[in-house]
């Protein structure tokens, strides 16, 4: 009876100790130099590439998760914009997008386990530059009627 016992036992062992709680594994690597540049030149409105620079290691990193907020430390969080696979370091932020309160573009690293806490994330400022001609000047020096000829300044 003791040998039965013991491998009652053995086994019992093995099962529990296969059944081990598995924790989950939010990353805890950030990416770094997020940069944007805006290349919509309406005043009140954004567009244009956001790019970044991966993590040292992405083992844990499935994607990357844009949002936009109101400050660097991810205040004020707004939707999803965007979720973007590991290798693809870039996001383009649709030209007239709106400028809000929500100045910052914020990338966290992810995968199914979870996002990574927003005080470890990378943002960007969000800065609007605005273009336009104020003063166009052209003399129209193409004698023939219907067409313009010349030099705008």
């Known amino acids: 009876m003791g040998a039965r016992r013991r491998w009652w036992t053995q086994l019992l062992a093995l099962l529990f100790t296969g059944f ?15 940069a944007f540049t805006d290349k919509d030149l309406d005043s009140g409105e954004l567009g244009g590439k956001a790019t970044w620079t991966p993590p040292g290691s992405v083992a844990t990193v499935t994607h990357y998760a844009i949002y936009r907020a109101d400050a660097a430390d ?5 939707a999803l ?14 030209a007239d997008s709106a400028v809000s309160s929500q100045r910052f573009l914020m990338v966290y690293t992810a995968n199914a386990d979870g996002t990574q806490s927003s005080a470890s994330a990378a943002s960007v400022a969000l800065s609007d530059i605005a273009s336009s001609v104020t003063t166009l000047s052209l003399t129209d020096l193409d004698l023939d009627a219907s067409e313009v000829g010349g030099s705008a300044t």
């Open 81 to 94: 914009l965007a979720s973007v696979t590991v290798g693809t370091d870039e996001y383009d932020l649709p």
């Open 74 to 78: 991810g205040t004020n969080q707004g």
């Open 20 to 34: 081990q709680t598995v924790q989950a594994a939010v990353p805890t690597v950030s990416v770094s130099g997020v």
